[in-house]
Every structure is written in structure tokens, then in C-alpha cells.
């Protein structure tokens, strides 16, 4: 029925290499042997091993994990609050401010939000003595508010195209607010709610900009360290270590796919 | 307006009915937002009116208390505005910033049109696939997506050496460190971002319109101009907003792939801060910067709201 165009067929598939050429360049060439990045010289690991026992990054990279880990789950408490209180309460004072608030994290230029929340760390810290010095509690608020942003309109959305009838039953039966919520609303959102964490992660784990800004000494993040290196020219360590992260992204992307959409099927 | 104001409910409404739960929600991450997101725009507002001064922090108060501690006399210092204005260097950066993104925005709406059109006239087993291939590059880091073109475009690079052996180039062009670089690198880390509204739109779509057209004689073109591209409005407005308000005040991609002479604004504000450390210029940088992107922002929240 429908007609094959070759000319938006060829368009795509132009557009899907564009996305994927350098990627796969990238991991190529993170197991060649030469030091020269463009030379190939043969396969080799030695850049993994490399890569493993250097102290710099593996500190940066254990910083970041605890920081996305935690920045994460605070993002996701606070995100499906934000979004089942945009889709669920139908009125109340201030909520096209919450609404703003939430959703302009999401475009907000990072040097802006960076700029912003280290002044604001910076005053607090002169008026109430808190926070002291700038480290990874500072960088978890930070991530903490624009992941917030990601998770809610992910849970939102969810909630938009939820069946209300369930809801609307249970509190017929009599349910609680809070039960309600708990055992059906929540259950309900869950597959949404566990990809706004897994956004939220990836997201922590990846920015650079805004963590420039609020970190403080001896707690460069792992985008900072890597920034630092790659600033200098192409490392083969770097390559090394994209490909890791990228296919580990890869794999739990897949595997959240396939998960929600296996889900999707059991619910209807 | 008035009789929608009777009837929304005020907070304390909802603690006089006793509903602690309902507040909780609303009051926990209304103060975080408060607090971390409103907040220090207020504080970037009311330092970029002070001098910046060698000390802990590096700027004056506007407050300036008298002798006996009880008069406040508010001093706010407009130089670093006036600063702004006079100097050509900050109009250029702002100018070019906008017309970067702006340009980088139209290409990645005709590079992401096609593929979000393909992707929404697939079949419901190959549309999965495609649209997880392209939420993939969404999900890897953004600092290794912009890392991953330095090799392919320096001077030894793989392009390069494609171009000279197909003997298309004499000499390796140099490509890295120039405006060309920021195009591609802004076109291609933010194409997700224009071909998921793009296609939320289109999918939603009903395509007998378009067969209706051409059964009454339309050509692919003329369809295409009157009904898919009025039908995908939402979507390519979504789209260009989403790309543009981000890379105006993009600092990774100029700062790796463009050269010394790119002027982008995110850049400016980052060396105005950690290489001049000139907290109160670099505030007034960001607060420009913000109200040339609030126009943008809210047009997106109209869309948003259109759109739903």
C-alpha cells in the first residue's frame, strides 16, 4: 500500500550513517595498536589496559558513578512528584510557575545554569556558612535540578496517556490518596519513571559544563578530567574509554527497550 | 480570567481541607525549584550590577552600610551592561552565537525531516528500530559524540586521507578548529533533538490527506507544501526550538572543534569567568544572554501547549 520512495530512502540512510560513521570510528580505532590515532597498526587491548591503570581517570570515574547514582535518584523522587503533580492536580496557585520551572532546566544553556547555581553556592556559602566548599554535594544539587526537568516530562507524558479509568476506580472502591498512588498510580508509571533514572544517570555522567562551574578542588568529574585531555589533541586512552562507556549505554538502552516494550504488551 | 482565578484552589485551602499529602507533592518540588533553579537567577541578576573586586568572593556588595551599621545605600554599577554595549568584541559574540545556531538549526531540520518522515511511514516493527537507533546516540555522551569528529577532521584525519586518495583534494584541507566544524558538530549532536518532535507530529499524522490530495490531482510537491508541512508545524517548531536555545549558548563544540577566532557566547562567559575571573561581567553576560533567549523559550511553552 504504502509507496517505496527511494530518493527519502537514500536521505535516511544518509542521515543514519551520519549518526553512526563516527561512532563506529571511535571504537575502531580505540583497539588500534599505533600511538598515531589515524595510522592503523594492527588490533590491540593495550590501550584498555592503559586506560585501567590510570589512577586520574579511575578516581574521576568513581566520583562521577557515585554523583549520577545518587543525583539520579534524587531527579527521579523529585521528577515524578513534579510530573504527577502537573498531570494530576487539575488547579492551584502557582502551577504554570511549577510548570516553567520544571521544563526550562530541559533548553537552559548550561554555562548559564553553571554560572548561576556556583553564585548561588557561592552566596549561601558567605551568608549561612553552608556549603563550606564546593565538591560533590554541591555537583549532586545541580544535576539533581536539571535531571529533575528530564524525569518529569517523561512521567508526565506517561501519565497523559495513562487510562484515568483505573484510577478513577480504585477511588470509587474507596481508596486513599496515598494508596491510590502507591499501588496503582505508581506501579503504573514505573517503566517511565526507571527510563527517567537511566536518562538522569546518563546525563550526570556526561555533563561537563555545569559541573566545571560547582565542583570544587580534588573532585574533577569524569567529563572534566577527559575535557582536560582532549582539549590537548586526540588519546588513544579516551577512545578506549568512550568505547566502554558507549557500549555499555548501548547494551542497558537495548535492554530498556526491549523491557518496556515487552511490558507494554502485558499491559495492553 | 477572572472566573478561572474563583476557582482554583490557594494552598491554604489545601491545608485548611486537610490534605497534607496533596501539599507535600506540591511544596517539595516547588521549593527545590525555588531554591536551585529561580533563585540563582536572582542571585546572577544581583551580581552582575557589582565591580568585581580581589576578594573572597571576587565581587562588592551593592549594599554599602554606613559607620554605624544602619543605613544601606544600594550602589548598582550598570559598567559592566555599558561594557557590553561598547564593546564590539560582546555584540559580534552574541550576533554570531545567534547566527551559528540559527543557521545549524535550519540544517538539522532539513537533514532531520526526511529521516523523521521515514521513520513515521515504517512499519510498526522497523519503526522501533529506527527510532531506538536514533535515541542511541541520545543516550551516549555528548562530550564523546563532539570528541569523536576531532579525529575524523584533523589534518591527518580519516576524511583527509578519503579525500586525498579519491584525489579530490591536493593538499588535507584544514578543517578542524574552523566555523565549518561548529556547524557540523552543533548539526550533528543536537539531530536527535529535531527528529523525535518531528516525529511525534508526523506519526500522529493522518496520511489519507495526503492520498486525498493526490487523488484530486496534486503533485508530491504541491501536497507536501499545503498539507504535510502545515500538518508537521508543531513538530518543526518544537524541533528548531530544541536545537536552537541550547546551541546559542553551546561551550563544548566551539571550544574542541571550532577555532580561536569562533565567537560563540557560551565560550565568552567561560573564559570571562575561569581564565579573567570577572564574576560580575560574566553575570551580565548570562543575564543578556537570557533575555535574548526568553523570547524563544516562551514561544516553545506556547507550542508545547498547542501541541498537547
Same mark, same amino acid.
Given at each position: ?67 549520577? &547514582? ?69 555537583? &549532586? ?27 478513577? /476506580? ?59 585531555? &582532549? ?16 557500549? /555499555? ?16 504488551? &502485558?499491559?495492553? | ?38 533563585? #540563582? ?15 573572597? #568572593?571576587?565581587? +562588592? ?25 561598547? +564593546?564590539?568584541?560582546? $555584540? ?13 538549526? $535550519? ?123 502545515? $500538518?508537521?508545524? #508543531? ?18 563544540? #566551539? ?36 533575555? $535574548? ?16
Amino acid at each position: 500500500m504504502r509507496k517505496r520512495s527511494w530518493p527519502l530512502i537514500i536521505m535516511a540512510a544518509l542521515g543514519f550513517l551520519f549518526l553512526y560513521l563516527p561512532i563506529v570510528v571511535l571504537i575502531v580505532f580505540s583497539f588500534n595498536e599505533s600511538k598515531l590515532v589515524t595510522v592503523w597498526g594492527g588490533w590491540s587491548l593495550k590501550w584498555y589496559a592503559s586506560l585501567f591503570s590510570n589512577q586520574e581517570i579511575m578516581d574521576a570515574a568513581w566520583v562521577s558513578l557515585k554523583i549520577a &547514582v545518587i543525583s539520579a535518584s534524587l531527579a527521579s523522587v523529585l521528577g515524578t512528584m513534579t510530573g504527577f503533580v502537573l498531570s494530576r492536580i487539575p488547579r492551584f496557585r502557582g502551577k504554570t510557575i511549577l510548570s516553567g520551572w520544571a521544563m526550562a532546566p530541559l533548553v537552559m544553556p548550561d554555562v548559564i545554569t553553571g554560572l548561576s547555581l556556583l553564585l548561588l553556592f557561592v552566596s549561601m556559602g558567605s551568608l549561612f556558612g553552608w556549603p563550606a566548599e564546593r565538591g560533590t554535594t554541591t555537583v &549532586v544539587i545541580a544535576h539533581t535540578t536539571f535531571c529533575l526537568a528530564y524525569v518529569a516530562v517523561v512521567v508526565q507524558s506517561r501519565l497523559s496517556t495513562l487510562d484515568e479509568t483505573l484510577e478513577e /476506580a480504585a477511588m470509587d472502591l474507596g481508596a486513599k490518596p496515598s494508596s491510590l498512588f502507591f499501588l496503582i498510580t505508581l506501579p503504573l508509571i514505573m517503566p517511565a519513571i526507571v527510563s527517567g533514572w537511566l536518562l538522569s544517570f546518563t546525563l550526570s555522567l556526561d555533563d561537563l559544563v555545569i559541573a566545571s562551574f560547582v565542583s570544587g578542588p580534588g573532585n574533577s568529574t569524569l567529563p572534566m578530567v577527559i575535557f582536560s585531555k &582532549v582539549r590537548l589533541g586526540i588519546t588513544p586512552e579516551v577512545n578506549a574509554l568512550a568505547t566502554l562507556m558507549i557500549v /555499555a549505554v548501548a547494551l542497558s538502552v537495548l535492554i530498556a527497550l526491549y523491557i518496556m516494550r515487552r511490558q507494554k504488551r &502485558v499491559v495492553g | 480570567m477572572m472566573t478561572t482565578k474563583k476557582r482554583k484552589s490557594s494552598i491554604w485551602q489545601l491545608v485548611s481541607s486537610s490534605n497534607i499529602g496533596r501539599l507535600f507533592v506540591i511544596l517539595v518540588p516547588m521549593l527545590w525549584l525555588a531554591a536551585f533553579f529561580f533563585i #540563582p537567577f536572582l542571585v546572577v541578576f544581583n551580581i552582575s550590577f557589582t565591580e568585581s573586586a580581589i576578594a573572597v #568572593p571576587p565581587y +562588592t556588595s551593592i549594599f554599602q552600610w554606613d559607620a554605624t551599621n544602619t543605613y544601606a545605600t544600594l550602589k548598582l554599577n550598570l559598567g559592566n551592561y555599558l561594557f557590553l554595549f561598547e +564593546t564590539s568584541f560582546y $555584540l559580534d559574540a552574541y550576533l554570531s552565537s545567534i547566527k551559528i545556531a540559527g543557521i545549524s538549526t $535550519l540544517i538539522t531540520l532539513l537533514i532531520g525531516f526526511p529521516i523523521a518522515y521515514f521513520i513515521a511511514r515504517s512499519s510498526s516493527t522497523m519503526r522501533a528500530v529506527l527510532l531506538a537507533l536514533v535515541i542511541l546516540p541520545f543516550w551516549t555522551s555528548f562530550l564523546l559524540r563532539v570528541y569523536a569528529w576531532m579525529g575524523l577532521l584533523q589534518k591527518n584525519g580519516l576524511i583527509n586521507e578519503l579525500l586525498v586518495s579519491l584525489g579530490l583534494v591536493q593538499h588535507p584541507v584544514t578543517m578542524l578548529q574552523t566555523d565549518f566544524a561548529v556547524y557540523l558538530g552543533i548539526v550533528y549532536t543536537y539531530l536527535p533533538f529535531m527528529i523525535l518532535p518531528l516525529y511525534t507530529c508526523l506519526e500522529k499524522m493522518d496520511m489519507s490527506l495526503v492520498e486525498a490530495a493526490q487523488d484530486l490531482g496534486a503533485k508530491p510537491y504541491q501536497s507536501f507544501l499545503h498539507i504535510t508541512l502545515p $500538518l508537521a508545524k #508543531p513538530g518543526i517548531i518544537a524541533g528548531c526550538l530544541l536545537v536552537f536555545i541550547p546551541a546559542v549558548g553551546e561551550f563544548v563544540i #566551539p571550544a574542541l572543534l571550532g577555532g580561536s577566532n569562533t565567537l560563540m557566547i557560551g565560550r565568552v562567559l567561560w573564559d570571562e569567568f575561569f581564565l579573567n575571573r570577572d564574576w560580575p561581567l560574566a553575570s551580565a553576560v548570562a543575564i543578556v544572554m537570557l533575555l $535574548l533567549l526568553v523570547g524563544p523559550i516562551i514561544l516553545m511553552r506556547k507550542n508545547n501547549k498547542e501541541a498537547l
